[in-house]
């Protein structure tokens, strides 16, 4: 559950102020305003007290123990998500030594003990524990080092404090056991890294050296206030584009409805109720648009304010702080930064303009209903991208109402287990891991015949390539020979066929095609194989994987891949095409997740083998809906299916389903 947190837009910090906003503080906890006690720092870069984090997640869980764990302010979800323990979580977290090191120099002003002056008294304070982040009279401090572990709560004397700073923070030693405990005091270049006098000299003798100061100048510049603000005129020009759509919807509503009684007019007075009828489909496309804008306009937002967060963290860096720390925070913001860079990109270009627009049908004869009404998305062109084509979908309640649920057996034998498929020309092409067959189906459940591929081994996931000279073509994954096999759905000899084989690295189970790329999950890495033009594919490089039961893949561009780690505390994982982690999902009702695919919006939908369930997940690892079809016998799902707009997924072995 998200805090209500008012956004950040200014820092304080020893006195003085940013231009980034208002007068915040960042020595103080978004969570009860106050000076921070014991700061955690969440994945994302925003820290709360540790009591106050673990509230507002137990409270989460109060009010719906299915409920994802995120960051309160940019609901970022927590490392984890799955658990139900909040407190083994969040001791888990590292605590924010920057934000305890900026809170020290206050303390080195005033002197004062923290827990006297909530008891309006004055004392002196003489010690610092800087996991708790307060300053101590000697009779607190007694009592603290009583009833705390001396391993995490280290305190020092505010004395020491005064004649050297650094001791507050950690990584401003190195960690090497045998260099005892030295300053990191320089920057490698070549290595990218701190080093001691020790290091410096045993290891980097020969590297280029750099004060750590200007290392810390080098990546602000590069990356810093610069990326940031660059970022939020992003996301500002972005909120306005939606808010404007909303403004264009309803005009477009209130135009619409003039030509619904336009339209009204011209026929027979029977058609009243149909009318109605129209209008109130009108109003459901209208508010699901407007709903799913407001949810875009929220996400970025929030990403807004992250980016107001990470600002003043990068104003912060170097006031007050040794280099050391200024280094880590910084090095700590770029990574997030280039993680949030990535959401923004991706949510971006899966962003659409919505139109509303009527649709009159033929009304001679007997009707039903007087017209469709139509929304039209027309994403936006995106550099470096190819010109995105305008969808259209209609918002039609009647139709939904009498649409078949499709449910249907996908046999050869008894044994037949659907391990995979693909969409083709509206029908599904199931791959049948122990018939050895790939097999086409209408989505009611008619055999085609006459595509009916055997196949030389068992086969476990297809492919589609990308259509080149109306040639569909498809891959094929064979784990037991560490096979993939190419075939052309058309006119051409099963001889032919049979000699388009390549060898993965190990056994590849699921895969699935960009337009340039195929991505195979092999386990415990996923190989990245080139698409040429005459439809050959070569092996490029492999990507290690967090598990090793990796066996389904999906790509959502040319930048993302989502694969599943099939184990029973398995996750959804995403990285982009360099391997570099983008999110990890994980959730309690989610066990040992299968198949991945992807909508036409970039939502991820995930099959929980054991938990009988399929999670649909947003492009940034937020929960939108546990799934379970209609079918009361809906269980063991395995694989999921994407056509024309629906989704379809296998389970059972060999029973086919509409969710």
């Known amino acids: 559950m998200a805090a209500d947190v008012s956004r950040p837009t200014t820092v304080s910090v020893n006195g003085s102020k940013s231009k980034a906003g208002h007068g915040v503080d960042l020595t103080k906890c978004h969570l009860c305003t106050k000076t921070y006690t014991a700061p955690k ?143 990191l005091e320089k920057y490698c270049m070549d290595h990218k890294k701190l080093c001691c006098s020790d290091c410096r000299s045993l290891h980097h003798s020969e590297c280029r050296i750099a004060d750590i100061k200007h290392a810390v100048d080098a990546m602000k510049n590069t990356f810093g206030v610069t990326a940031v603000d660059k970022m939020k005129s992003e996301v500002a020009n972005i909120i306005k584009n939606r808010e404007q759509n909303i403004t264009d919807l309803n005009n477009q509503k209130t135009q619409k409805e003039a030509a619904i009684k336009t339209l009204r007019d011209v026929i027979n007075q029977h058609l009243d109720s149909l009318e109605v009828t129209l209008k109130e489909e009108l109003s459901k496309a209208h508010d699901a648009e407007i709903e799913d804008m407001n949810k875009d306009i929220k996400s970025f937002k ?32 770029i990574e997030q930064v280039k993680i949030l860079d990535e959401h923004v990109y991706h949510k971006k270009s899966m962003l ?67 391990s995979g498929g693909i969409s083709l020309n509206s029908n599904l092409f199931l791959v049948d891991n122990r018939g050895k067959e790939l097999r086409s189906y209408t989505e009611y459940g008619k055999r085609d015949t006459t595509l009916t591929f055997s196949l030389p081994g068992n086969p476990f996931d297809v492919a589609l390539l990308p259509q080149k000279k109306n040639r569909d073509v498809v891959a094929i994954t064979f784990p037991k020979d560490n096979q993939i096999q190419l075939i052309e759905i058309g006119n051409i000899s099963l001889e032919k066929q049979l000699k388009h084989f390549y060898k993965t690295t190990d056994k590849g189970y699921g895969l699935a095609s960009t337009g340039t790329k195929l991505i195979v999950a092999c386990k415990s890495k996923l190989d990245i194989w080139d698409i040429t033009e005459e439809h050959k594919i070569m092996h490029e490089k ?49 066990k040992l997740p299968m198949g991945v695919a992807i909508d036409s919006k970039g939502h991820v939908f995930v099959c929980g083998f054991h938990s009988n369930n399929v999670h649909q997940v947003s492009p940034e690892a937020n929960l939108l809906e546990i799934m379970t079809p209609e079918d009361p016998h809906f269980r063991k799902p395995i694989a999921l299916i994407p056509n024309a707009g629906k989704m379809f997924v296998s389970y059972e072995n060999n029973a086919i389903t509409l969710l």
Not at 375 to 403: F, L
């Open 41 to 183: 720092q969440l994945p994302c870069l925003h820290s709360y007290c540790e009591d106050c984090i673990i509230k507002n997640l137990k409270s989460a869980l109060d009010t719906d123990s299915t409920a994802q764990l995120k960051c309160p302010i940019c609901i970022a979800p927590l490392p984890d998500a799955r658990t139900k323990d909040v407190n083994s979580l969040v001791n888990k977290l590292p605590t924010d030594h920057f934000i305890s090191a900026l809170m020290v120099q206050d303390v080195l002003k005033t002197k004062a003990c923290k827990t006297c002056q909530i008891n309006n008294k004055k004392t002196d304070a003489v010690s610092w524990c800087a996991y708790c982040a307060e300053a101590m009279c000697e009779e607190h401090a007694v009592r603290h080092n009583a009833m705390t572990p001396r391993d995490t709560h280290k305190v020092n004397a505010i004395s020491e404090i005064e004649k050297d700073p650094s001791l507050v923070y950690p990584p401003t030693f190195c960690t090497k056991q045998k260099h005892g405990r030295k300053k």
């Open 302 to 333: 929030d990403k807004d304010a992250t980016l107001d967060h990470y600002k003043i963290l990068a104003e912060a860096v170097g006031r007050s702080t040794t280099d050391a720390q200024a280094y880590h925070q910084v090095e700590k913001l």
């Open 352 to 418: 659409s303009k919505s139109e509303l627009d009527i649709i009159p049908l033929d009304v001679i004869g007997s009707i039903t209903q007087l017209a469709e009404v139509k929304v039209r998305q027309t994403k936006p062109k995106i550099e470096g991208k190819e010109e995105s084509k305008v969808s259209v979908h209609t918002a039609h309640s009647t139709i939904i109402e009498r649409e078949r649920r499709n449910k249907f057996l996908a046999l050869k034998f008894q044994c037949s287990f659907i």
């Open 542 to 590: 492999s990507i290690p994987t967090k598990g090793d039961k990796v066996k389904y893949v999906a790509v959502a561009d040319d930048s993302r891949i989502y694969y599943t780690d099939s184990s029973e505390r398995g996750t959804l994982n995403c990285v982009n095409m360099e391997g570099v982690n983008i999110f990890q999902y994980s959730h309690k009702h989610l």
